[in-house]
C-alpha cells in the first residue's frame, strides 16, 4: 500500500515543485493559481516515475487506484464521464520531466475514445467529422506512442486517402473517409499486436501513463539528456488534462506563442495560429501555421484576451514563456507556459530588456543567458559586403541564426558518420524528427522543407545554438537519391551550400565570414558577469595570434602556454630532433641553444600581444618520441646531420618507444633526466620577459609551470634548474625581474601530497585532462571505444573529458586545494585543463574556491559568464 | 655559533642512541659503559653529518673547534700528544652510520703520522718496521679514501717491491724498504695532488672526518641503502679512536669475531685471528686470517680473556656479536662489537637457541630474523643423492651456504648485462670489492680465490642471502682472459660449475636439486610468527601447482587467481581469439562456451588443491589485444575459421590497438561491454566449486573478484551480470552454495570512493601495481628508463613498484579502508600487488588495519615473518 501521495490535481498541487510535478505539471498548477483559463486535470509525480522502474516497470495497484480517484474527480467538475455515452470525458497525457525536453518525451492526445464515446462526440458537438478525426488521431497516437509502434503505415494510408480523392489538405477529408480510416486503423491495430483495439478508456489511460513512465529511457531521451546534463534519477511526471479541440470547425484552432521573439528576442508576442487543428499538427510541422493576425481577424476579442493573458504571464513569471493554447469554439484555453528557449542573442537582449523594464535585477539577468548557448555569437557570421554580391538559391525562415556552410547530407547516420571524418556537412531533410538529433548535432546548419519557427528542426537548432534555415518549401529534397532542387538547379551530395539562420537565406557555394561583434547587449550581459565573478578568466594560448583573440574575448592573461607546439615548426623539428637522438650532454645543449632563439622570440611575442597581462609558461610536456620522424627519407636526413646510419637513428627511435607513453617519460620527467631542456626554456622565457618589459616600458612577471610533478623533492629539484638559470640571466641582464615557478596538478599523488608541494609551488593549475586520465585510469586516447557502453549501462551519464568528474576527480581538487593553502595561504591555484571553459566544471572550480579557470580563447565568455553565475549562486565569504 | 653539542667522548655518550652516534658510536659509548676495553675516543654526531651537507659540504669552525677540544682531551687522558715528538697519539678515523653498512663506508688508520711523529714512533717502539709500515698504509688509505684516488698505483709499487725482492708476504719487507716505499708514496703524492703530503695531523683529522661525510653520497653507498631501505637523510656519524696495534710484531695481532657461527648458528665463538696485522689485511682478504686457535696457541690468558668477554658481550646485548679486536704487546683491545649479520640458517637457529638459553622472548627471536632472508631458505639445495655420485673440481670456504649454478662471469659489470639478458652467471674473482655489489646481486652465486669467512665477498653474499665459496686457494683466475683453471682444467666464459656454499665445494656442469626442508629452527620461528601475526596471508597463485607450492609454504588461500593466463594454452588461445574477433554476442558466446570447460576445469584443480582454503578468482583483466597474434600464419588460420578475409582479420587487430593499453578497455570494462565474458566466467567458477564441495565433502565458498572497478554503479553492473549468472547455476545444481563478490581497489577513484563502493563490495583486495601505476602517472613497463634518474637525483629512494610508497598511494589506502569500514564494517580487506611480500610494505598493510596480504607462493613465509614483526612492532588494538 502507498503511505504518500502520487497524484494531485492542479488546482491542488501549486508551490509542490518541480521536483514533484515536473516543469509542466507545476507550470499548470501555477497557472491555475493565477486563474489563466486551462482545462484541468491533474499530475503524476516523477515519483511515480522513480515507483514504476523499481516495481519493475509496472504501475503498483495503489497508484492505479489513485489515477482512477483524480479521473472521478475531472469528471465531478466537469460533469462529464470518462467512457460516458453522452457527455464522454477525454483526456490528453503529456510527460513533464523537471525541465523541459522537447520533443524527447511522447504525448497522446484524444484518450477515452472508443465505438461508444465517438459516438456520443458525434452527437454531442453535432460535428462527425472532427468526433471521427479525433478517433483516428488517438488510434494512431495510441499504437505509435502507448504502442511503441512505427507510424509510417497509417501515415500511408491517410496519404493514400487523399491521394486518391485528389486532397490536398487533412482538413478535405470527408467524415464518412475518416470512418472508413478508424475501421482500417483498428484492423491494422489487431494485425499489428494481435488483439483488438482497447476500448476500455481506464485501459488506454494506464497503458498510455506506462508509455510515458517507459518513453523517459527511450535512447533519444537519453541522448538528450547526455547533451543537457540532465540526471537519469529526476524521471518524469505525466499530465493527464481534459481535452479542448482546436479542430472543432472555423471558429476553433491551435497554436503556440512566444512572449517575446526567441530568435531576436524582440520585445513583442510572437506566436503562430493553425485554424481548425489539434497541436501536434504545428509542433510536428505538418501543415505550415499561419500568423496570428489571422486570429486577430478572425475572433478580434478571443485575440485580445490573448495578448493580455500573454502579458500577464510574463510579468508573473518574469521572463519570456513559451505557451500552447487552443481555441474550442470561440473560447481560449492556455494548454501550457514555459519559459522559452531562445537563441543566444534573444537571451542576451531578452535579459538586459527585462532589467529595463524593472522586472529583474542584473544578476537574475547573467543567470538567464545558458553560458554555453554564448558560443554561437562568437564565432563568424557571414560577410554582409559579399552577400549583397549573391543571389540566393532559396529562402525559408529564419528559424535559428549563424552562418553554416557544408557539403549537402540527406541523413543523420551519413551526417554523423561525415563530420566524425572531419567534413563539413549541412543536413538537408524534409522536416526533422527526433532520430536526427546526433545528425543536427553533426552538421553545420540544418535546411528543411516543411514546418515553422516551432517546428522541431527550429526549436532543436536553437538549443544547438546550430544555424537553422526551415520550411524551404520550394525545395525539392530527393532524400533517396541524395539530391537537392532549388529553382531547377540540381544539387548532389558533394556540393557546397551556405546557410544565413538570422535571414533565412540560402547560397551555392561558400560565403566569406566576418568577425561577431562584441558589444551591445552582450557586452551589457558580460560587463555585469565581470562585476559579479569570483574567478578570474585566464586562456590556454601557445600563439600570439591565439593569445590575441584571447584578449579581444575578455581573457585576463595566459593560463597555458604549450611550449611543444613551438617545435614543430618546419626550421624548428630539425634541431628538436637533434637534440633528442643526441646520446650526450654537449650535443643536447648544442641543438638546444639552436632552438633557443626560436622560443625566446615566440615567448617575446607573446607577451607583447598580453601586454603586461600574466604569461604562464608550461615546460616541455609531451614524450620526446612524439616529435621522431617515421618516415624514411626524415630518417635518413635526420641520420645524415647526425654523423649516424639510419639504422642507428632507428634504434633510437625504437628505444624511445613506450608501452604507455601518457604515463610515461614526459613533463618534468624531462627535465630530470636532461636538466638542460628545462634551462633553455628558463633562458628564453627570462630573455623575452626582459626584452618586453623593457620595449613595453611595464613590468612582466613571467609565471613557469612545471608540468607532471609528483613529489616535492622532484619539484625542488627541477624548481631549482629553473631558479638558477633565470637568476642567471636576469643578473646578466643587469635589469629587475620577479618571476614565479608553480606546477601543474595533474597527478593523483601530487593531488594528494599538495600538503607538501604546496609549500614550494607559487601557484597550482590543475590539469584536468591528466588528472581524470589518471583517476579514472582511462586512456583519453583510447576511452572513446568503451565510454559509449558506460553511458548505455548508466554507468556514467556524463563524459569525464567534458564535465569535470566532481566525485572523484573533484575530490582529489578540494583536497590539494585545502592541503596547499593551509601551508601557504598565497597559493594561487586555477585550472588549464579543457574542463576550464565548461559551465558545469567552472561552478564546481568557483565552489573548490579555485582563482582562476583558463580555457581556450573561444570559450573565455562562457567561463565569464558562467563563473558570475556561480558566484551569484553560491557567493564567497568575503 | 654552534648552540648544540655535535661530539661526544665514548665515556660520555652512553644512552643517547643509535640515531645521534651511528650503530658504531652508540657500541662504543655502550662497551666502554659495561668496561669492555677499548681504545678511547669521541664520536662526532649523524648531526654533524646533515651541518655538513647543510654548510655546502664544509665543516663549520665551531664544529672544527669542538672536534679538536675532544682530541684534547684523549691527549690528556692517555697522556700522548696529538703530533707530539715523544709520545705521539694515532688515531683511527670510520664512518658509523645508524645501521651496519658493511664495506660500503671507509676508514683511515694510523692517522696522525708525519716525518717527526713516525720518527718518534720509532724511538717509543724500538720498532722500525711497525712505525714505517703504519705510515706507508696511512699515507695510501689517505691518499686513496680521504683523497679519493685510486689505490691501484700504490698497490703496484709495494708488489713489484715484494717481486723485486722474491717475497711472497708483506711482512717480508724491510723496514728500509719500507722507509723507501713512505718516500715513493709522498712523492707520488705530491705528484698527483701537486701539494706536499700534509704534514699537520690536525689537517689531516679535518680532512679525514670530511672524506667520512663525503662517503656518505659515494655511488655505492647509495646502492646499498637503496637495496636495504636506509634513508639518505640518517647520514653518518664519524668515530676518532686512538689507535691500537696488531702490527707491532708477533705478541701482536688482529681478528674478527662472531659469538656464534654467523654461518649455520652454531653456539660456539668463531673468530679468525692475523697475527703482527692491522685489521683492513683480515677484512680485505689480502691475507687469508689463521684460526683463533693461533691466539690460544701463542697467548693462552689472552685468549681466555677473549673468550669471556664476548661471552660477556653477548650476554649483556642478547644477541650474537660480530667484534674486531686486536692484540697489542699481549693486551687485548675490541675495536667495536655490533649484531651480526647472519646467514638465513643461522638467524632462525640463533633466535631459538637464544630462547632456549633464556635470553630472549620468543617475540624478540621472531623479530631477530631477517623476513627476506628466509628467501635463501625456500629455494632448493644441491641433491645430496647425486652429489655423491659427484668429484668436487674445487674446494673452497663454505661462505654462505646455498646452490649456485650459472656460466662464469669474470667481472661485475659483465655479471650484471648478462643476467639482464636472463643469463645465469656465477661472479668468479681473486677477491671482491665494494665495486662488485652489483655484479653479486646478478650472479646466482660467488667464487673467489682469496679471502676468508669475513672476506667481503663472505660478508656481503651473507647478506644478501646469496651462496658463496671464498678462499678457493687453488683457483687460478685470469681476469684478463676470462678463465678459471682447477686442477689442470680451464673453463671459459660459457663453462657451467655449481657451487655448493653450504660444503664449499664447487662442482662442474649443474647440478640437480632438491627442495627445501621446512621444519626445524623454520618451522619453530614461524609456528610463532603465526601466533603473533595478525594479518593473514594469501598466495598468488594461477595453476594448481603453484597453489600447492603455496599451501606448503603456509598459504591460508588463494588472494588472486589470475584467470588470463589459463586462456594462452595452446588449444584455448585459438578459441579467446574467435570470441575477441566476433563482432556480435551470439558468437561471442558460442566462442566462450567452447572456452567453458577448461576453465572450469582449472578451477576445480584449484578448489581441490586448496582443500577447503578460500580462493579468490579475479574476472579477465587484460585488454583483449593481448591475446592476439602477429604472425601471418596465425592470421589466416583465425581467418579461415572465422571466414574473414585476412585483411579483415588484421583491421580488427588494428582497430584493437591501444595507445595506453594500462589505461585502456580492461578489467572490468570488458565485462561492461561485453557480459557474456562475465557470465561465462561465473558460470565456471561456480561449477567447478559446486563440484569440488561435492567431491571434497566439504563447504567451498567461492570469492569471486572485479578488476578495475572505479564506481559504484559499474560494480553493480558487474556484480548483476555474476550474481544473476550464479544463482542460476546454483539453483540448476540444486545445491547450497554462498559466494561472495568483490572488487579490487586498483583505480585511484575507486579509492576515493570507497564510501560508495564498500557498500557494495563483499571485500576489497589492493591492486598496488596498478594503484601505484595511476598514483604517480608512472608506466611500469616504461619507468625503467627514467627511474634511475630519479635515484639518482634522490628524489625517490625506492622503487615504488618494489616497496608501496606509503606517502601518496599509503593514503589513499588509508582513506579507501577507512572509508570502506565506516560504511562495511564487514569488509574483508587485503593486498594482492607484488608488495603483499615485500617486507616493509607489509608493516604498512598492518598498521594501515588491512585482513590480510597475499603474495607469490615463495614469498608466503617472508609475509608471515613480516607480519608477525608488524604485529610485535605495531599491536593492534583488540
Known sequence: MADKRYVYAFKDAYGL?????????????????????????????????????????KLPDYLVKEIFENVHKIEKDSGKTFGGDTDPLLVSVRSGARVSMPGMMDTILNLGLNDKTVAALVKKTGNERFAYDCYRRFILMFTNIAKGHPRDDMDKMLDELKEKNGYKLDTEVTAEQLKDLVKEYKAYYKKTFGEEFPTDPYDQLIEAVTAVFRSWDNPRANVYRKMNNIPYEWGTAVNVQSMV????????????????????????????????????????????????????????????????????????????????????????????????????????????DLVDEGLITPEEAVCRVEPNALDSLLHPSFDPAELKQLKPIGVGLPASPGAGTGHLSFDAADAKARHANGEKVVLVRAETSPEDIEGMVSSEGILTKRGGMTSHAAVVARGMGKCCVAGCSDAIIDEENKTLELNGVIYHENDTISLDGSTGYVYAGSVKTVDPELTGYFGRIMKWADEFRDLKVRANADTPKDAIQAAKFGAQGIGLCRTEHMFFEKDRIFHMRKMILSDNVEYREAALNELLPYQRDDFYKLYMAMDGKNVNVRLLDPPLHEFLPQEEDKIEELANALHMSAQQVKDRISYLHEFNPMMGHRGCRLDVSYPEIGRMQARAIIEAALKAQKDMGKPVTPEIMIPLTLDV??????????????????????????????????????????????????????????????TFGFSRDDAGKFLPDYYKNKILEQDPFATVDQKGVGKLIKMAVADGREVNPDLHIGVCGEHGGEPVSVEFFHRAGLDYVSCSPFRVPVARLAAAQAAIKYPRKK
Do not use: W
Open 713 to 774: 623533492k622532484e619539484f625542488r629539484f627541477v624548481k631549482s634548474i629553473i631558479t638558477e638559470e633565470a637568476d642567471k640571466v636576469i643578473k646578466e641582464s643587469g635589469e629587475k625581474m620577479t618571476y614565479k615557478v608553480g606546477t601543474m596538478i595533474e597527478i593523483p599523488r601530487a593531488a594528494l601530497l599538495s600538503g607538501e608541494i604546496g609549500k614550494e609551488a607559487a601557484f597550482y593549475s590543475f590539469g584536468t585532462n591528466d588528472l581524470t586520465q589518471m
Open 17 to 57: 515543485g518541480k521536483e514533484l510535478l515536473g516543469g509542466k505539471g507545476a507550470g499548470l498548477a501555477e497557472m491555475t493559481h493565477i486563474n489563466i483559463p486551462i482545462p484541468q486535470g491533474f499530475t503524476i509525480t516523477t515519483e511515480a516515475c522513480t515507483l514504476y522502474y523499481q516495481n519493475s516497470k
Open 245 to 352: 479541440f482546436g479542430n472543432m470547425g472555423e471558429s476553433s484552432g491551435t497554436g503556440v506563442a512566444f512572449s517575446r521573439s526567441p530568435s531576436t528576442g524582440e520585445a513583442k508576442v510572437f506566436a503562430e495560429y493553425l485554424p481548425n487543428a489539434q497541436g501536434e499538427d504545428v509542433v510536428a510541422g505538418i501543415r505550415t501555421p499561419l500568423h496570428i493576425e489571422e486570429l486577430e481577424k478572425r475572433m478580434p476579442d478571443v485575440y485580445k484576451q490573448f495578448i493580455e493573458t500573454i502579458k500577464g504571464m510574463e510579468h508573473h513569471y518574469r521572463d519570456m514563456q513559451d505557451m500552447e493554447f487552443t481555441v474550442e469554439e470561440g473560447k481560449l484555453y492556455f494548454l501550457q507556459t514555459r519559459n522559452g528557449k531562445r537563441t543566444a542573442a534573444a537571451a542576451l537582449k531578452i535579459a538586459c
